[in-house]
Nanobody
């Protein structure tokens, strides 16, 4: 089973950028669809982006389209989430998950999860 570790979270001002990393160990991402999720205070965790393991398609949900970009570096066995134009409402714990269901209708976590990384966007 793949183990995942997120990093790159922190405190940033509104309008700023962060790049989150999701590093895999114990196995590779090869063939897995990878998803990014977030959970804001008092809210349920929801999927915001995914990268299809079958064809490399990327999808974005909620209001992150045009601001966030998911990508992968197979050599480093790492998936990234580049977050630009951050807003206070992006404040949340961000999680990555492997072996997710990924498509135009959404991303749903089914397999391995990381422990999350906290992003705080100040106004």
């Amino acid at each position: 089973e793949v183990q995942l570790v997120e990093s790159g979270g922190g405190l940033v001002q509104a309008g700023g950028s962060l790049r989150l990393s999701c590093a895999a160990s114990g196995s590779t991402f090869d063939g897995y669809s990878i998803g990014w999720f977030r959970q804001a205070p008092g809210k349920e965790r929801g999927g915001i982006s995914c990268l299809s393991g079958s064809d490399g398609s990327t999808y974005y949900f909620e209001d992150v389209a045009g601001r966030f970009t998911i990508s992968s570096d197979d050599a480093k066995n790492t998936v990234y989430l580049q977050m630009n134009s951050l807003k206070p409402e992006d404040t949340a714990v961000y999680y990555c998950a492997a072996d997710v269901l990924c498509g135009s209708s959404g991303v749903y976590g089914m397999g391995s999860w990381g422990k999350g990384t906290l992003v705080i966007v100040s106004s």
